[in-house]
């Protein structure tokens, strides 16, 4: 299933969607809703490739990380990416104030995924909470995850 979407997509898609992860360590997660998938995953900055930071505008940074969102719908054994929109905040888990994530679609052939960069906390674990919006006439989906960071010195 990951091959054939894969092969859909531009390489940028496809290095933001499934290259980055496994240079970070960490495997793709998702949440299923119904017919649709939203995938996402958050990855260190300094993970990117320089062509494809600076073809995006995305600070490479050891103290910046970038969350990926993307949603895909099951159709017939296929999938196939849904423009969706994202809002959500991340913040320290332990009663630590949460900053509001500013989102930005990132396009590429028929894919979309929303992103946003942010910085994180040396070795603290990182509470993410995510309203995705894949069809307007739904509720948004809520995702919540933690993640803790590691910075680079």
């Known amino acids: 299933m990951l091959k054939r979407l894969a ?33 996402y995953s958050a990855v260190n900055t300094s993970f990117l ?15 910046m990380a970038l969350i990926n969102v993307s949603v895909l719908e099951e159709s017939d054994g296929e999938l196939r990416p849904v423009n969706a929109s994202v809002r959500g905040s991340v ?12 989102f930005r679609t ?8 929303q992103i946003a960069v942010f910085r994180i906390r040396d070795d603290e674990p990182m509470h993410f909470s995510l309203e995705v919006r894949y069809d307007r006439n739904r509720e948004p989906a809520e995702v ?6 590691h910075i680079e010195r």
């Open 106 to 113: 990132l396009r590429s052939g028929d894919t979309q995924s």
């Open 144 to 149: 919540n995850f933690i993640q803790r960071f």
């Open 49 to 63: 490739p320089p062509s494809v930071a600076e073809a995006h505008g995305i600070q490479r940074s050891p103290a």
């Open 7 to 39: 092969s859909s997509h531009r390489p940028l898609a496809a290095a933001l969607l499934l290259g980055l992860l496994p240079l970070a360590g960490q495997a793709q997660q998702f949440e299923q809703v119904g017919d649709h998938q939203i995938h």
């Open 91 to 102: 913040g320290e888990v332990q009663g630590g104030e949460q900053e509001a994530l500013s």
